[in-house]
């Protein structure tokens, strides 16, 4: 269940365990990518949540938090958009003023035709969201060249998402790198290995989150 509110009280256990529960499969309030309903959602708190009663929350506070004011700023408006399959468009049993027989033969078919739509849907895909740590050898390499060297990486069913430059000490800056995969088409082991492949570029790479969608 995706949690919809744009602002979270803090001691409210059922509103933390909601949103809770929503990051279980998703890296961000809105998905796979930072949106300004996270900024909304982050103001709420004073300080971190407790990772033990609330371990999916307590990673992405501290993931937004490594964000600044001007980056999450850029992150867009807080209005959210309904998505959906349009099942509701079927108007199952037709209108008032038609007589019991037309309207008989109508909701026969329009039955008929929702459950064609419904059979053809195709059952659900397993998926994964991973946040990857890619670090470099030393200061002298330049992080763009890490992620144009990453987001080259394709394979069917994977899809790369937001990245950010976060400094580790000695003037060392890492790249933070989102990715979803489709569990059955994407290896993680080859994932990881491809990454490492730029062994001029990347000294290491550590999962930072993983969540199934």
Not at 3 to 26: H, M, Q, R, V
Not at 148 to 164: F, H
């Amino acid at each position: 269940m995706t949690f919809t509110a744009n602002t979270i009280d803090p001691n409210n256990g059922g509103d933390l365990k909601a949103f809770n529960d929503s990051l279980a499969n998703t890296a961000y309030a809105d998905g796979f990518d930072p949106s300004a309903r996270d900024t909304s959602l982050f103001a709420s708190f004073k300080s971190a949540p407790d990772a033990n009663k609330f371990p999916h929350v307590a990673r992405w506070y501290k993931h937004i938090a490594s964000y600044n004011d001007a980056e999450r700023k850029k992150w867009g408006d807080a209005s959210t958009s309904a998505g959906g399959d349009n099942d509701e468009d079927f108007d199952l049993f037709g209108s008032e003023d038609e007589d019991d027989e037309e309207k008989k033969r109508i909701t026969e078919e329009r039955l008929k035709a929702y459950a064609e739509k419904k059979a053809k849907k195709p059952g659900p895909i397993a998926k994964s969201n991973i946040i990857y740590d890619i670090k470099p050898w030393d200061d002298t390499i330049n992080i763009d060249d890490i992620e144009k060297a990453v987001r080259s990486i394709e394979m069917d069913g994977l899809v790369w998402g937001a990245s950010k430059k976060v400094p580790i000490a000695y003037g060392i800056v890492k790249l933070q790198i989102t990715c979803v995969v489709e569990d059955e088409k994407v290896s993680f082991d080859a994932l990881e290995e491809a990454i490492t492949g730029f062994e001029d570029l990347v000294q290491s790479v550590d999962v930072v989150a993983f969540n199934k969608v």
